[in-house]
């Protein structure tokens, strides 16, 4: 079974940096596919960034493409997200997900079974 626990979020200005983290246990990170995927009040989950499982290949959603990084250290079992120039839009719950398998790029919710709890991020403008 893989754990995951982010923190990071809270409250910014637009324009503001914030950097999410996302922990993962019970399964070795390296053999993880992991990604970020975030959902505003009545609105569908969508998955903003993904990374493959060796940290080579990255993909993200247009709307935050330029402002956010994806990156994971395999070491640390840890997943990254750093969020840059923060618009209003970017409020929302942010989850880390994984799965046993190599990452296909942008996927949707249903592909992975493994979620962490989220942690809030609140831009106002």
């Known amino acids: 079974q893989v754990q995951l626990v982010e923190s990071g979020g809270g409250s910014v200005q637009a324009g503001g940096s914030l950097r999410l983290s996302c922990v993962a246990s019970?399964?070795?990170?390296?053999?993880?596919?992991l990604g970020w995927f975030r959902q505003a009040p009545e609105k569908e989950r969508e998955q903003v960034a993904a990374i493959s499982r060796g940290g080579l290949y990255r993909s993200y959603a247009d709307s935050v493409k330029g402002r956010f990084t994806i990156s994971r250290d395999n070491v640390k079992n840890t997943l990254y997200l750093q969020m840059n120039n923060l618009k209003p839009e970017d409020t929302a719950m942010y989850h880390c997900a994984a799965d046993r398998r190599p990452c296909n790029g942008l996927d949707v919710p249903a592909s992975f079974p493994y979620w962490g709890q989220g942690t809030q991020v609140t831009v106002s403008s």
């Open positions: 019970g399964y070795s990170a390296s053999s993880l596919c």
